[in-house]
């Protein structure tokens, strides 16, 4: 079944242009990976997707979710370090667009959260401050956040950024289990092409313009990702 749509999106800054007649379906399921130089358009569609920027063509169309039911892990920042709460409080306010900035959270928002406090395996991180938590326990807190928001489709902005490899293989393999038996759709923005290839099952290859979308065993054959290995 179609979960996403996006049809001849094209998305500009003033006169300068980030994103160019992009077009693509995914189904429920899916696990998409956007891959590309710095600068390509990438971080710009995943803003368009979630209603931060408006194209100036084309246009996104949701089949059984809205925007205000993605879950979105942007890439980490020192602000988002420091962030002074604890790991319960965090993860709860992912909750907050289902009933707006100020509603107080239900004992179902309560019981969502620790739901996945618990499916990410950091229970006994949940009384912790947040800023005193190393880099990859934090992005377990911030991707338990993003599933408070949906049932159904997670944007992911460079989730390893800056993690080292053991931790960041730790987090690849969460997603893929999210997305293979929680069923829930996955777009990740990522410069690790070896690891795009190999949890995604397709492949968008942005730069600017679509240059390649498709499953990822057509994308191997191609020689964008040869280009893509050497420049890493």
């Known amino acids: 079944m179609s979960l996403l749509s996006c049809e001849n999106i094209t998305i500009a800054y003033g006169e300068t242009v980030a994103v160019k007649g992009v077009g693509f379906e995914l189904q429920e399921g899916d696990y998409l990976c956007i891959v590309g130089e710095n600068g390509s358009g990438k971080s710009t569609l995943m803003k ?37 709460a604890d790991v319960m409080e965090v993860v709860l306010s992912g909750c907050v667009n289902r009933h707006g900035l100020f509603s ?5 928002d309560k019981k969502r959260a620790m739901g996945n406090i618990n499916d990410l395996k950091i229970t006994e991180l949940r009384k912790k401050s947040y800023a005193q938590l190393s880099g990859g326990q934090q992005q377990r807190v911030l991707l338990a956040r993003a599933l408070c928001a949906t049932e159904k489709l997670l944007l992911l902005d460079e989730p390893t950024s800056g993690l080292d490899p053991v931790v960041a293989a730790e987090l690849y393999e969460l997603i ?5 038996h929680h069923r829930i759709t996955v777009i990740m923005i990522s410069h690790d092409v070896k ?21 990822t065993d057509d994308y191997k054959k191609t020689d964008l990702i040869h280009k893509m290995l050497r420049d890493i």
């Open 48 to 84: 368009g997707i979630l209603g931060l920027v408006k194209p100036v063509t084309g246009a996104f169309t949701f089949f059984g979710l809205s925007q205000t039911q993605i879950g979105y892990l942007p890439q980490h920042t020192k602000a988002q370090k420091d962030f002074p």
């Open 104 to 108: 107080f959270y239900s004992q179902e």
């Open 176 to 180: 893929l289990h999210l997305n293979r």
């Open 195 to 215: 690891s795009a290839v190999q949890y995604g099952n397709k492949i968008l290859h942005l730069h600017t313009s679509p240059l390649f979308f498709g499953v």
